[in-house]
Every structure is written in C-alpha cells, then in structure tokens.
C-alpha cells in the first residue's frame, strides 16, 4: 500500500506555496499534463463521444481518457451528458469555463506553428532515441 505524501515535505511545502501564488502554475496545475489540453481541443472541435476522442487522440488508453474526463468534470471544464437510450449514449462538452481556454490554446497552437515545434519535437525525439 503506498503512503501518501507528507504535508510538511518540501516537495509539498514547495507546490503549495507555487501554486498559490502564481496564477500561470496554478492553471497549468488543472490543465497541464499530457492528455488534458488534447481532450479540451478537441471538444472544441466538436469530438464529444468517448469512442471518438479515444480515435483521435493518438496513445490514450481507456483508463486515462476515463480518468482525464472525470477529472476535468470535477473541475467544471467539461460537462457529461448521458442518453438513456440502448445503447447508451454518453456526450461531452465544454463549460464556460472550457471554452473561456480556447483563445489561449488557439493562440498556443499559433506561436507553436510560427516557431516550428512540432517539427523540432520530431527531431528531439529522434535524436533523443539515438
């Protein structure tokens, strides 16, 4: 059984103090990660079934779309609804919330064309693989 972390740790004691007083990490702390940012962008582009996210959303298994999705819900970015209809239906959406990120992700998306990353990403990982 793995123990949780303790309060007084410094890693702890270090995150807290970060996230509580600088806005950007403190939102990176709800949006960042891997897969959070992909699964909003493309509700915004009108992906909303669990079975097409985990189409379009290349390397995602089951369990992390599922946890990602439950945890974006919790933190009022997105909305489930479920149809009650056989087979049942499940869509999602984006909160006010979610859609008030779309400028700043577009915006992200933009800066990362004009500079190439996607492209410098590829050569990182390949020369990282050497």
Not at 5 to 26: D, F, G, M
Not at 78 to 102: C, D, H, K, W
Request: net charge positive; charged share 20%; with cysteine.
């Amino acid at each position: 059984m793995a123990s949780a972390r303790k309060l007084t740790s410094s890693y702890t004691v270090n995150e807290q103090a970060i996230t509580n007083h600088c806005p950007i990490l403190s939102s990176l702390y709800f949006i960042g990660g891997r897969w959070k940012i992909n699964i909003l962008w493309n509700l915004n582009n009108g992906i909303n079934r669990f079975g097409l996210m985990k189409a379009t959303i290349t390397g995602i298994s089951e369990k992390m779309l599922t946890t990602q999705l439950r945890e974006l819900e919790a933190d009022g970015f997105i909305n489930r609804e479920v149809f009650a209809e056989v087979p049942l239906r499940v869509e999602y959406t984006l909160t006010t919330l979610g859609q008030s990120l779309m400028p700043i992700l577009s915006d992200l998306y933009r800066w990362g064309q004009d500079h190439e990353f996607p492209k410098k990403f590829a050569n990182k990982i390949l020369e990282d693989i050497k």
